[in-house]
């Protein structure tokens, strides 16, 4: 373990258990404000205070990506982590909280992506093998009409990299302008990712059984 995760690991036990009190002299500070206070003084009791903000929703997002609770709160643990090290890279472009929650979504699809254990569904990669299916045009309304338990078995299943762009875009409502910012993509390239991902889901939804 490195000195650096020592060091978080202790800012985590010390800090971050901590409940926000709700007359905390920072309840009505913004984000905004407190990470650029975090980043210019690397004040530890600071990012406490956003961790307290953001612990659960983080943890709801890992859970996602996640075999299990345990799997889950170690996600979001190093998610903190890395987020103490990372946190000036935050350029206000967006939103924190939109931030966050891709900084979150691409740290469990690398953590997805380097666990050799975990074995992708052929399914999911047989996809691949026909571009033609792809490019077909899926509307928003579509993908609303499908069913909810289905649904979740085919976010399962999907490229982690799909999974992400998708709830990002639908389930924290991030505009295209956005996923452009936080993905340093053009918007051709976001939508056409956005449309990939969306006809994957839906081709993988047709061979769920009901």
């Excluded at 979504?105 to 254990?117: A, E, L, P, Q, S």
């Excluded at 939508?191 to 993988?204: C, Q």
């Amino acid at each position: 373990m490195t000195f650096l995760k020592k060091l978080c690991l202790i800012i985590i036990g010390n800090q971050f258990t901590k409940e926000l009190d709700s007359e905390s002299p920072f309840k009505e500070v913004s984000d905004e404000d407190l990470v650029k206070q975090i980043v210019m003084n690397r004040d530890t009791m600071l990012f406490g205070v956003l961790y307290d903000r953001y612990a659960k929703v983080v943890y709801n997002k890992c859970h996602g990506f996640a075999r299990s609770q345990k799997e889950a709160e170690d996600l979001t643990q190093d998610v903190f982590l890395m987020l103490f090290v990372k946190l000036s890279s935050f350029k206000g472009r967006s939103k924190f909280s939109t931030w966050l929650y891709s900084f979150t979504y691409n740290f469990c699809v690398n953590y997805v992506n380097r666990d050799k254990g975990r074995k992708m569904r052929d399914s999911s990669n047989s996809l691949d093998k026909d571009e033609m299916e792809l490019s077909m045009e899926v509307t928003d309304e579509h993908l609303l009409e499908l069913q909810v338990l289905k649904l979740k078995k085919v976010l399962e299943l999907i490229p982690p990299e799909d999974k992400s762009i998708l709830l990002l875009k639908y389930q924290d409502g991030v505009s295209i302008k956005e996923l452009e910012d936080l993905m340093d993509l053009g918007s051709s390239a976001v939508k056409m990712r956005l449309k990939r991902a969306k006809a994957r889901v839906v081709e993988l939804y047709k061979t769920i059984p009901e």
